[in-house]
């Protein structure tokens, strides 16, 4: 099953794209193994079963004074 969740290189390229980074070429396989293996933790997480939890912290917005 592990096979199946593997980044592939094509994915890897994807993010490298979005991040707007550049990795050599000869770097690659090196760098697709080592985000593999820290992304397998969260490919083990269940979501749903994460309570959401609002935020400490809540801005509003207060009556703007004008000065005329």
């Known amino acids: 099953m592990r096979e ?3 980044l592939t ?3 890897l390229h994807a993010r490298m794209r979005a991040a707007g980074v550049t990795i050599a070429e000869h770097r690659l396989a090196m760098v697709r ?3 593999d293996d820290a992304l397998a933790p969260l490919r083990t997480l269940d979501t749903r079963t994460i309570k959401a939890v609002e935020p400490a912290v809540r801005f509003t917005p207060e009556q703007e004074t004008r000065h005329e």
Request: no cysteine; aromatic share 0%.
């Open 4 to 6: 199946a969740q593997e």
């Open 33 to 35: 193994r080592l985000l």
């Open 9 to 11: 290189m094509e994915a």
